[in-house]
């Protein structure tokens, strides 16, 4: 991206130390309809790893970034092994 003209989406975290740095600019673009939507499958009666709940968490963190949740928020079970955001 630095040695072009082209545009890009990318997650401000990932891209913090550039923005700081001035060799990326950012253009604020936030239209109505553009939303997330994911979940998580896993296996039912299985423990998830730390690492999978690290994720989760860290996915849920970088949503918050972007769309109000509310603080009392839980992850809502739709059925056995999948988990709503």
Do not use: K
């Amino acid at each position: 991206m630095r040695e072009s003209d082209a545009i890009s989406a990318a997650p401000p975290r990932l891209i913090a130390d550039e923005v700081r740095a001035g060799t990326l600019a950012v253009i604020e673009f936030a239209p109505p309809w553009l939303r997330l939507n994911y979940g998580f499958i896993y296996l039912r009666d299985r423990t998830l790893s730390p690492a999978a709940r690290a994720f989760m968490a860290e996915v849920r963190a970088v949503e918050a970034e972007y769309v109000h949740v509310p603080a009392n928020r839980r992850p809502v079970r739709r059925a056995a092994g999948v988990e709503a955001p």
